[in-house]
Structures are given as C-alpha cells and as structure tokens.
C-alpha cells in the first residue's frame, strides 16, 4: 500500500522539514508540497490525494477552514505550533495532531495511524501482496515503483518494524519495501542468505571481512547475535582452509 501524501504549511523551513520526513517514510508517496492553503486547494483539484500534513494558523485560509471544506476530504494529520487548536482539529475526524516542533518517528507514528484508517476503510486491499523471487532475482516494491534485484546484488538486510531495507552492492540508498523481516526470510534462499540477528539477514556469499563476530560491509558492520552464532561460525567453519 502506498499512500499519497501532500504538506501545507506558510512557514519555508517547517515545510522543507515535513516534505523531508514524508520521503522517508516508505508508504507514502510524497506528492507535493504548497507554501499556503490557497494554493493548495488550486493545484491539488484533479490529484488523488490520501493524506494530508496541514499547519493551521496560516494567512488567508488557515488550515481547519481549508479541510473543512473540502469534499472529498483525505485523511489529515495537523501540524501546529499552538496547542489550543487541538480539539479543533479532532472536530474534522483528523488522524492525529502534531505539535511543532515534531520528530521524525512522532511524524511516522501518525503516518501509521493512517495507513491504519486507511486499511479499515479498504479490507479488500489491505492485504499487501508478497514479493516473489523468480530464478536469480527478487521483484522489490519501494517508493512506488517495483524493481527486479539481483539476488547476487543484495549485501544484506536490516529490520525496521513493518518493513525492511535492503542493502545492494555499488548502490548507496537502501530500498524499503513494506514485508516483514520474517517473510522475506521465508522467500530467500537459505543457501545463501542467514539471518545473523533479530536485525539482520546477510548474503553470505558477499561476505569478506569478518572481526570479532562483526561482518563487515565497506564502512557498515553488522554485529551476528548470540542466538546465531553457533550457526554462523558452522557456516565459516565448513567453508575455511583446514
């Protein structure tokens, strides 16, 4: 599931600031950002649009108007320097409230609420069709679009919540598909892939540097878990010189 998601804010560093924690998030689609309501309500028209990061004490239209008359509404989250606005806000069924100035994960916390609403409303799509390997290779889906990996490209795997990033050889941005660390365990091959920590799965046959129970990834090391190791050290054991 990706949702599409806009920010709306007056204030040029708050905007920048929210736009960034959308892209980081890897079910939303960020699909603009609008320095003021009035214009977010002209160039929005004719966008499918799910979610919203909206200040309310703006010039000319302030945020709670704005979303008030909107028809169809998409989901809102409020962002706003001014507490007393609060109650306003859940008036209109907003998703949650943030309070300025906001982090990162309080902002994927109500992005997660959403995406919660959002799958309530459609139980037909909620179910998030798993990724499939054919021969070789691995069909990711992350930030909207889908792209086949080589097997042989991937380096390792890292666990964050309800999704994973996956990280490939000569390329510095993970991708972030929304699967579980214990499916995709599932889907790739065990003779090539361990899962060396709760955190981590590693492709073993991209692995050449090893210190003190640390596989080492040019400047990355992934630390191999009490509960792995004795695994692990049979993988190393059965492939080293005698």
């Known amino acids: ?31 603009d950002a609008y320095p003021d309501a009035l214009t977010a309500m002209r160039e929005m028209e004719g ?57 990162f994960d309080q902002l994927l916390a109500a992005a997660e609420k959403a995406r919660r609403r959002i799958t309530a409303m459609q139980p037909e799509k909620a179910v998030e069709e798993p990724d499939t390997i054919a021969n070789d290779s691995l069909f990711v889906r992350s930030d909207g679009r ?14 964050m919540s309800e ?39 590693v492709n073993l046959h991209n692995i050449t540097d090893i210190q003190r129970l640390r596989i080492i990834f040019g400047k990355e090391f992934i630390p191999v878990g009490d509960n792995y190791k004795d695994a692990f050290n049979d993988y190393i054991n059965k492939h080293s010189m005698k």
Do not use: C, W
């Open 1 to 31: 599931m990706t949702i599409k998601t806009i920010a709306i804010d007056d204030e040029p560093l708050a905007l920048h600031q929210v736009s960034t924690y959308i892209q980081k998030v890897p079910f939303l689609e960020f699909v």
């Open 47 to 103: 966008k499918q649009i799910d979610l919203m990061f909206v200040d309310i004490n703006m010039p000319d239209l302030n945020g709670l108007t704005f979303v008030q008359n909107l028809n169809p509404r998409p989901l809102v989250v409020f962002t706003t320097a001014y507490s007393k606005y609060a109650i306003d806000g859940y008036k209109v069924e907003a998703v949650d409230y943030l309070l300025k100035p906001f982090s």
């Open 146 to 159: 889908t792209t086949r990996v080589q097997l042989s490209d991937i380096n390792y795997i890292e666990s």
């Open 163 to 201: 999704y994973v990033r996956i990280y490939l050889r000569n390329k510095e941005k993970p991708l972030t598909p929304l699967i579980s660390m214990h499916r995709l365990e599932e889907l790739l091959p065990s003779d090539t892939f361990m899962r060396v920590h709760r955190s981590y799965i």
